[in-house]
Structures are given as structure tokens and as C-alpha cells.
């Protein structure tokens, strides 16, 4: 079993959808939690960070961490084109990446 | 623009072969780390510098060293080349050496393919 599962989509969405994207982890002791942007060609940009379980919204972004149930998300609200790109957790001190979601928004 | 800085951006070369990606951090920023991107491996955490020192070591090949410099650059050194090998090698620059306390800054990325 992998340390971070990451569903690696394509997702594919109108403008205005709200997003959905999870990962699901194996270790417990984990603390930290990030969420990476990639648009093609870049390297990864940090977008959110979260400490132990809860919540934590940033615009349109929203992370959410369930610790009992070891499951992290992102949520994206009022979904844009120029949020088409592909979306990376990354969990742990040490930075265990998922493999990404895909995302395209279209107009 | 993060302000890491990989060169080159593109990389082709042949099995057997070796090759030196190099990496400017952001100013100000101590610590160093590599990471290989593959389709079927998503981002695979390789090594850390900090300040000149080896600080954490990830799923590095022995055919693959590193070294960061006085002047904090740093280059990874790939030797004995396979086709598995070809593969984005980032690198990532932060202040301190958790993630936890320092967020990482990703470059762009150089893109390996071994022919």
C-alpha cells in the first residue's frame, strides 16, 4: 500500500462547479498537510497548508483534514479556467507527494 | 516566479552516459532539495542540503549523488544512465530545513530523456 493515494483523475468540470479532490494516507502520525498546484510545464506551487485535523479556507480554496479517517481535501469554489492544472498533496515532514489529480475547468 | 532557478531545461542523452543538472535557490534560502516527477511515480522526494550538509537523504539511486555549495548552488550528478531514468528532475529551495515551518519553492524543472 502506498503512504499517500491519490485519485489521478482527468476531472473534468464547467465553469462555476465546486471541486473536489481527496487523498488518503496510511500513516497516523502524520501532522502536516499540503496542497501543490502544477500547471503544465511549472514545478509545483504551494497553495494550502494545514496543521493536525480542521479546516482552513483561502478564497475560493478550502482544506480539510480528517485525521480519524485519514483522508485530506481540497475544495475549490466557483471553479475557473485558470484553475486547470494538476493538484498534488503532499503529506509529512519529509513531503510524501500523491501522484496528482488532473483537473480541467471548462468555460 | 518562484526564484529557483534548474538549468538546463531540457537534457537528451544516451544510456550510459552521465550528466550534472544544476539548481539556484531562492535568495536567502539554506536549504536545497531534489525531486524526480515520472508519470507513474508522481514526485519522489531524492535528497536534502542545508547550508553545504547532506541533511535527509529519500529514494536516491547510488548512481545519483549531489552536492550544494558555498555559494548554496547545488548540482545532481546522474551517472550511468538507464531509460528509467528519464524523468523531470525538480529542485526545491526554503529557508529552514522542515517543510513543516518553511514551505518549499519548486523551479521549473529540468526535463531528462535518455535515449
Known amino acids: 500500500q502506498k503512504e499517500v493515494e491519490q485519485d489521478p483523475g482527468p476531472l473534468s468540470v464547467p465553469e462555476g462547479a465546486i471541486v473536489s479532490l481527496n487523498c488518503t494516507y496510511s500513516?497516523?502520525?502524520?501532522?502536516?498537510f499540503m496542497w501543490y498546484r502544477q500547471y503544465s510545464r511549472k514545478g509545483p506551487e504551494l497553495l494550502m497548508y494545514?496543521?493536525?485535523?480542521g479546516n482552513k479556507e483561502d478564497g475560493r480554496f478550502t482544506a480539510q483534514v480528517d485525521k480519524s479517517s485519514k483522508y485530506i481535501s481540497l475544495f475549490i469554489r466557483d471553479s475557473q479556467p485558470s484553475d486547470s492544472a494538476t493538484y498534488l498533496c503532499a503529506i509529512g515532514d519529509k513531503l510524501i507527494f500523491g501522484t496528482g489529480t488532473r483537473l480541467q475547468v471548462f468555460p | 516566479d518562484s526564484g529557483v532557478t534548474q538549468t538546463p531545461k531540457h537534457l537528451i542523452t544516451a544510456t550510459g552516459q552521465r550528466v550534472t543538472l544544476r539548481c539556484s535557490p531562492r535568495?536567502?534560502?539554506?536549504?536545497v532539495y531534489w525531486y524526480q516527477q515520472s508519470l507513474d511515480q508522481g514526485l519522489q522526494f531524492l535528497i536534502q542540503y542545508y547550508n553545504g550538509e547532506e541533511r535527509a537523504k529519500g529514494n536516491i539511486l547510488e548512481r545519483f549523488s549531489a552536492q550544494q555549495f558555498p555559494d548554496l548552488h547545488s548540482e545532481l550528478n546522474l551517472s550511468s544512465l538507464e531509460l528509467g531514468d528519464s524523468a523531470l528532475y525538480f529542485c526545491a529551495s526554503s529557508v529552514g530545513t522542515g517543510t513543516y515551518n518553511s514551505p518549499l519553492h519548486f523551479g521549473n524543472g529540468t526535463r531528462l530523456t535518455v535515449t
Open positions: 494545514t496543521y493536525s485535523s
Open positions: 535568495s536567502g534560502d539554506l536549504s
Open positions: 500513516n497516523s502520525a502524520f501532522q502536516y
